[in-house]
Structure formats: C-alpha cells, structure tokens
Nanobody
Framework: DVQLQASGGGLVQAGGSLRLSCAAS????????IGWFRQAPGKEREGVSC????????YYADSVKDRSTISINNARNTVYLQMNSLKPEDTAAYYC????????????????????WGQGTQVTVSS
C-alpha cells in the first residue's frame, strides 16, 4: 500500500520555526522528486519546495526562499521541510507529493498527479 504521511505542523507564533516531515511507505523515493505544496483557505494550492532524490537539487518558492530548507533522508524514506521566521501568511495545510514535476523555476511551478498525495499537516502562524 503506497502512502505518504505528512506531519510536524502546529500552531506557532510569528518568527517561530517548524520542521515538517513527509514519510513514504510502500515505495521508495528512488529517482523521484518530492514536493511540498500548501493551500490556504480560499486560495489556490501552491508549490512551496521540491527536492530530487537523484541529485539533491532543490527548488523554493520566492515566498519561502531564504527561510526554508528542504532535505531528504533516503535511508528513512523521509523528506523534511524546515521553515524558519514563520509569518502569518504561511498559515495553510501543507501536503507532500511524489513524484513531483517542476515545470518552472522562476516563479516556481510544480505539478503532481492525483494519486501522489499524502495527507496534509496544518500550519497556523499567529501574529
């Protein structure tokens, strides 16, 4: 059974940090790119960050660049998104997806198929 499980969200004050985790079961990340997306109420889903399990290439949306770091632990089949200096506008449900395709880098555009998504984790940043 192929599953992606996102965790690590929570309620944090502006300026705080969170580390989101995306754990895969039933498949490995080999040769995949894994992406983090987010969706705030009333807004479209947007790509936040992506990492290639192949060569470690990373991509970030301008809105989180310089405040976030995506990383991968292939042995644990887990991708992490460290988010620092959180802002109220970071409030959203965060989802991981694999495989993810990066279709544009400036601005970042990412796409993942309908069968590729894990359950989301809620991030709420209070001002």
């Amino acid at each position: 059974d192929v599953q992606l499980q996102a965790s690590g969200g929570g309620l944090v004050q502006a300026g705080g940090s969170l580390r989101l985790s995306c754990a895969a079961s039933g498949f490995t990340f080999d040769d995949y790119a894994i992406g983090w997306f987010r969706q705030a109420p009333g807004k479209e889903r947007e790509g936040v960050s992506c990492i290639s399990s192949n060569d470690g290439s990373t991509y970030y949306a301008d809105s989180v660049k310089d405040r976030s770091t995506i990383s991968i632990n292939n042995a644990r089949n887990t991708v992490y998104l460290q988010m620092n200096s959180l802002k109220p506008e970071d409030t959203a449900a965060y989802y991981c997806a694999a495989p993810t395709v990066v279709t544009g880098t400036s601005p970042l555009r990412m796409w993942a198929g309908s069968g590729s998504w894990g359950q989301g984790t809620q991030v709420t940043v209070s001002s």
